[in-house]
């Protein structure tokens, strides 16, 4: 399932957006999971300067950055939270920020990498000879096979899930 989020390739682009805040920084800046409203933003030489706004609570903030990269790392337009950010939990938006920023890369590729080496060591030293490599080539394959699984079912499901709760708070209709 995709979702309807967006790049910018210039900082302009962001003025009179609404963003999600995906990393914090600093105690006087805006946490991971808030809705902001970009109200103007420059670029000069010391960098990018973004002045926003706190959807929530009204409040308004100026942040600096060196480059465009840091800006879209820090908040990230997504239009499905913009629209329906009153009908989701604090709880709900972190664990959307941290299913959607995940990559093939950062989630199955370290818990393959574990999984094969630890099925190696258990297949040549338990088993050893020609059949401790054909069961290790065997689990190899399964491993991968089940990382790569719930990579994808884990989004899947909790997108299903955030489709079905905003259906049954912004329309009154639940989907099953």
Known sequence: MATSVTTIYNIDEAIDRKFIVTKTIG???AKAG???HIMDARQDSKGI???YRVTSSGQDFTIRFENLKQFTSWAT????IARYYDFLSAKDLQYYIKV???T???FC???IAVALVIIWIIAIAAIGSTTGIIVGAILSVIAIGVTVFIYTSQKNNFMVKLYGKVSTGAWGIALK
């Open 27 to 29: 105690s006087n800046q």
């Open 109 to 111: 590729v370290p818990i």
């Open 100 to 102: 959607t920023n995940r």
């Open 34 to 36: 808030t809705l902001v």
């Open 104 to 106: 093939f890369a950062s």
């Open 77 to 80: 337009l997504d239009t499905f």
């Open 49 to 51: 300067h973004v002045d």
